[in-house]
């Protein structure tokens, strides 16, 4: 599989950040803006390969009789964590450090709350070996 659309990518952020970085001495909140658009852009170019990396996860849950159940709250737990370190991040961005914090505890928090299934199915399987 090719990579160099990580290349790519990576590219577009460090030109999004020297952009940035620029603005940032003379215009703050076009700096923020600038810093949210191309996380925005990096997010849209990489939804492609996110979706093929699903579809190739959801083919190997497919193989193993309980494989959707379990996947499920792993699936939910990775999106709510992409979500909360996007949202602190841009947080910072914004100089709201204290509001970044809070942001990943209420993600570690639905992360937790989404693992549950799983934990419990794990419980379960432990249990009926006993």
């Not at 990396?53 to 990775?78: C, N, S």
Request: net charge neutral; proline share 3%.
């Amino acid at each position: 599989m090719k990579m160099e659309w990580m290349g790519k990518l990576c590219a577009l952020a460090l030109c999004g950040a020297m952009l940035a970085l620029i603005l940032k001495k003379h215009t703050p909140e076009y700096a923020f803006l600038t810093a949210a658009a191309c996380s925005l852009l990096l997010l849209l170019a990489a939804a492609e390969k996110i979706g093929a990396a699903m579809d190739r996860v959801a083919a190997l849950a497919a193989a193993f009789p309980a494989g959707d159940a379990l996947l499920t709250p792993l699936y939910k737990a990775a999106g709510i964590s992409v979500i909360s370190r996007l949202s602190a991040a841009l947080c910072r961005d914004a100089g709201q450090n204290a509001l970044a914090e809070k942001v990943e505890l209420l993600g570690v928090t639905a992360c937790l709350l989404a693992a549950l299934p799983l934990a419990e199915a794990v419980l379960e399987l432990i249990g009926g070996m006993l």
